[in-house]
């Protein structure tokens, strides 16, 4: 049981759940794997990015004037490196003028702690919705470090897109940042006894850079 799953949303259409299933695949090669990521996150991306407020402006059509809805220059992307690089392309597609802020952190292999060694984000941070991108939430550890990385920054209205959790990650990061909205493609089972997630996919950087 997942407390404050009003702040989860947990993707539920078929080819979201096509391509997860695709991504999962051991045999899925690094071309096709990176090809994947980007499609899921054009996908998971459209939910996330639904309550974005739209500004009136007037416009004219062939036949008359009318009001239109315009999205202004509101997002600030984040993907955390480096697996989070592989979300960014789709994203920009749909949202072309957003900035992009990036957070580095690697898990110590031994504690599973988040190790930051990078945050670099656009000084009006505070002013944007920033949107984090990282493919797997596993502990929680690295989502709740980026979190509080762009916190510290002044960021105050932040969504996190992920394409593969677990209850306890979602757990971990909704208590120590419960104003975060979660979008996640797939809800999985547990984490192993390295704390990879079950089934997930393996290592997504590595998979995503063929670096295994
Ligand atoms: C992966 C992944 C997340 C993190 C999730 O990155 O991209 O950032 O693990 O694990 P957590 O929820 O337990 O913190 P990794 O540490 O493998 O770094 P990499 O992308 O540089 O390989
Ligand atoms: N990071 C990954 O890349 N995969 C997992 O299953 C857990 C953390």
Redesign the pocket.
Known sequence: MIEHCNKLHVMDHPLIQHKISCLRNIETNTKDFRQLVSEIALLIGYEATRELPLVPREIETPICKTMGGFLEKQVCLVP?????LGMVEAMLNLLPAARVGHVG???DPKT?E?VEYYCKVPPDIADRIAIIL??????????VAAIKCLKDRGATRIKMMNIIGVPQ?VEKVLSAHPDVDIYLGALDEKLNEH?YIVPGLG????RLFGTL
Do not use: H, K, W
């Open positions: 955390v490196l480096r697996a989070g952190l690697y898990r599973f988040p990282d493919p797997m939430l596993a502990t929680g550890g690295s989502s990650g704390n290592d997504a950087g590595d």
